[in-house]
């Protein structure tokens, strides 16, 4: 192919010309000869097309989308003693590790083994073994719990171990423990009843710390000492000690009434009334109070003398007091 054309316009339209100046090399050879008059020489180009290497793009020219590479497999060529023979086995397709895999199947391996322990009957609980147990029997604590067939799981054994105590306040002490698969230990204290408290037709039973708790049923063995009071000691009511153990007396109180007990006559009743303290009534027809229990063997001795000098005046009280050793009194029946 041959142009005549000046040296500026090829200039000129090689450079306006970006299209054509990537996608063809052009080489200019000189060709002889002038053309007469004009003075023009003559060029001839030739077109060398080269492939196009493009970073990024460029606006107008479509762009071919990369291909994938296929994960490649591997064949595997076992040689045999017979020169030129080998076996061909089967190509053994590559296979790719992934991280999501691997989670959602541990995900959903822990859901189904959460699901198994939840609902499989190994791990319900079959039995609860109880041991302490003196005046409560194992099918009263069974019936207020309410843990056999229940998941295993679902124990908590401080959280048990406090309802046992509101529920049962008999118990001072109470130690539960959980054993895999489905077994459940508690041990309990029972208190020990030392006296029996009466008052307004209620029944309650007081160990030897001054702790009150109720009294279940028909119990049994029961203490011998009874006290019959017309109110409570400090301002408390029976409702304070219906459902839970609470400190109704003193510990050194309930020692003082023992003892005082050990001294009285045969057949005499102790009684408690909140203006006048503990005392008793007397067989022979008068109620007697020692207020606070303190200075016992001296307010016996006083209280002896006292009968025996109302004995030889014929006196019948109704009511001998030695609360306070120093100033004891008695009253006739009006």
């Given at each position: 192919m041959k142009i005549n054309l000046s040296n500026q316009k090829i200039s000129n339209r090689v450079k306006q010309s970006p299209a054509t100046s990537a996608k063809a090399s052009f080489r200019i050879r000189h060709l002889e000869g002038y053309k007469a008059g004009n003075k023009?020489?003559?060029y001839q180009i030739e077109d060398r097309r080269v492939p196009v290497m493009v970073r990024g793009g460029l606006p107008g020219i479509p762009m071919a989308?990369?291909?994938?590479?296929?994960k490649s497999q591997h064949r595997m060529d076992i040689p045999l003693n017979i020169p030129g023979a080998e076996i061909h086995l089967p190509a053994i397709p590559a296979i790719g590790f992934s991280w999501r895999f691997v989670s959602g199947a541990l995900s959903l391996a822990l859901i189904?083994?959460?699901?198994?322990?939840?609902t499989s009957p190994v791990f319900r609980i079959s039995e609860v073994m109880v041991s302490g147990l003196n005046r409560i029997t194992l099918k009263e604590l069974n019936l207020e719990l309410n843990l056999v067939d229940h998941p295993i799981f679902t124990v908590d054994p401080q959280t048990v171990s406090d309802k046992i105590g509101k529920l049962f306040p008999e118990f001072s002490q109470v130690n539960l423990k959980v054993r895999l698969p489905n077994k459940v230990f508690i041990n309990v204290e029972e208190r020990i009843p030392m006296l029996v408290w009466?008052?307004?037709?209620?029944?309650l039973l007081i160990d030897a710390n001054g702790y009150a708790f109720p009294m279940r049923?028909?119990?049994t063995n029961l203490p011998k000492l009874t006290i019959?009071?017309?109110s409570a000691p400090f301002g408390l009511t029976m409702e304070n000690v219906d459902n839970?153990?609470?400190?109704f007396l003193p510990a050194d109180m309930v020692s003082g009434i023992l003892s005082l007990n050990a001294l009285l006559p045969d057949g005499a009743v102790l009684v408690?009334?909140?203006?006048?303290?503990?005392?008793?009534?007397d067989k022979r027809g008068w109620n007697v109070y020692f207020g606070e229990i303190s200075n016992i063997s001296l307010k016996m001795k006083i209280y002896n003398m006292l009968v025996s000098k109302l004995k030889k005046e014929e006196i019948k009280p109704n009511l001998i007091s030695v609360e306070y050793v120093h100033a004891p009194y008695y009253r006739t029946e009006r």
């Amino acid at each position: 192919m041959k142009i005549n054309l000046s040296n500026q316009k090829i200039s000129n339209r090689v450079k306006q010309s970006p299209a054509t100046s990537a996608k063809a090399s052009f080489r200019i050879r000189h060709l002889e000869g002038y053309k007469a008059g004009n003075k023009k020489r003559t060029y001839q180009i030739e077109d060398r097309r080269v492939p196009v290497m493009v970073r990024g793009g460029l606006p107008g020219i479509p762009m071919a989308t990369p291909k994938r590479a296929t994960k490649s497999q591997h064949r595997m060529d076992i040689p045999l003693n017979i020169p030129g023979a080998e076996i061909h086995l089967p190509a053994i397709p590559a296979i790719g590790f992934s991280w999501r895999f691997v989670s959602g199947a541990l995900s959903l391996a822990l859901i189904l083994a959460l699901y198994l322990l939840w609902t499989s009957p190994v791990f319900r609980i079959s039995e609860v073994m109880v041991s302490g147990l003196n005046r409560i029997t194992l099918k009263e604590l069974n019936l207020e719990l309410n843990l056999v067939d229940h998941p295993i799981f679902t124990v908590d054994p401080q959280t048990v171990s406090d309802k046992i105590g509101k529920l049962f306040p008999e118990f001072s002490q109470v130690n539960l423990k959980v054993r895999l698969p489905n077994k459940v230990f508690i041990n309990v204290e029972e208190r020990i009843p030392m006296l029996v408290w009466k008052q307004d037709g209620r029944t309650l039973l007081i160990d030897a710390n001054g702790y009150a708790f109720p009294m279940r049923g028909q119990s049994t063995n029961l203490p011998k000492l009874t006290i019959e009071a017309h109110s409570a000691p400090f301002g408390l009511t029976m409702e304070n000690v219906d459902n839970q153990a609470a400190r109704f007396l003193p510990a050194d109180m309930v020692s003082g009434i023992l003892s005082l007990n050990a001294l009285l006559p045969d057949g005499a009743v102790l009684v408690y009334d909140q203006e006048h303290g503990l005392g008793w009534k007397d067989k022979r027809g008068w109620n007697v109070y020692f207020g606070e229990i303190s200075n016992i063997s001296l307010k016996m001795k006083i209280y002896n003398m006292l009968v025996s000098k109302l004995k030889k005046e014929e006196i019948k009280p109704n009511l001998i007091s030695v609360e306070y050793v120093h100033a004891p009194y008695y009253r006739t029946e009006r």
